[in-house]
């Protein structure tokens, strides 16, 4: 069975699909995943964006590129969020989460975020998910490992030959890895 690593921001409806692919891949013991969430887009304020105007057009076009992408049976849940919101700390909570725990807790942020509305910027949603206590060490660890794959997008798929393939190749990756 292969080990994946796949980078990933919860802001980013690619990263949202990666994750079921993951779930997918795991449930059918095809591969175990090392899941890092990542910080895509830090500059994003603490207080995040309103979507609309020219961000919501933005996400719309990304949700109807993701719909375009999904295979058949693979749920379509993604919604336009309210809020483009700034990730690091639920990128940090979600480093603290128990590795045991963390691909519920991924699930859970990402509905959150996108089939929900809630803000996973509040540490009230965050502890309701389940989310650790934060692990600033190991979210910079998965950063600089990210950043120094000179990766800009996300998601990111780590082969178990060290190959990393990014954006839409590693969404089809996945996919082909599920058969």
């Given at each position: 069975m292969?080990?994946?690593?796949?980078?990933?921001?919860?802001?980013c409806p690619f990263s949202a699909l990666a994750s079921q692919r993951a779930i997918d891949l795991v449930d059918r013991a095809r591969a175990t995943v090392?899941?890092?969430a990542v910080e895509h887009d830090p500059a994003i304020p603490n207080g995040g964006v309103l979507v609309e105007g020219e961000v919501a057009a933005g996400f719309r076009q990304e949700l109807d590129h993701v719909r375009s992408?999904?295979?058949?049976?693979?749920?379509?849940v993604l919604r336009l969020p309210t809020r483009q919101v700034n990730?690091?700390?639920a990128t940090v909570r979600y480093?603290?989460?128990?590795?045991?725990?963390?691909?519920?807790?991924?699930q859970a942020l990402f509905a959150a975020h996108w089939s929900r509305g809630d803000a996973i910027d509040d540490d009230h949603v965050l502890d309701r998910i389940g989310a650790g206590t934060p692990n600033r060490s190991?979210?910079?660890?998965?950063?600089l490992d990210w950043r120094q794959a000179d990766a800009v997008t996300v998601p990111v798929l780590v082969l178990p030959d060290g190959y990393r393939s990014r954006g839409l190749g590693a969404l089809k990756r996945l996919a082909a890895m599920i058969g």
């Amino acid at each position: 069975m292969d080990h994946l690593i796949i980078y990933g921001d919860f802001n980013c409806p690619f990263s949202a699909l990666a994750s079921q692919r993951a779930i997918d891949l795991v449930d059918r013991a095809r591969a175990t995943v090392d899941w890092r969430a990542v910080e895509h887009d830090p500059a994003i304020p603490n207080g995040g964006v309103l979507v609309e105007g020219e961000v919501a057009a933005g996400f719309r076009q990304e949700l109807d590129h993701v719909r375009s992408l999904l295979r058949e049976g693979e749920p379509d849940v993604l919604r336009l969020p309210t809020r483009q919101v700034n990730t690091r700390r639920a990128t940090v909570r979600y480093a603290g989460t128990p590795i045991e725990q963390r691909p519920g807790v991924r699930q859970a942020l990402f509905a959150a975020h996108w089939s929900r509305g809630d803000a996973i910027d509040d540490d009230h949603v965050l502890d309701r998910i389940g989310a650790g206590t934060p692990n600033r060490s190991t979210a910079e660890t998965w950063a600089l490992d990210w950043r120094q794959a000179d990766a800009v997008t996300v998601p990111v798929l780590v082969l178990p030959d060290g190959y990393r393939s990014r954006g839409l190749g590693a969404l089809k990756r996945l996919a082909a890895m599920i058969g």
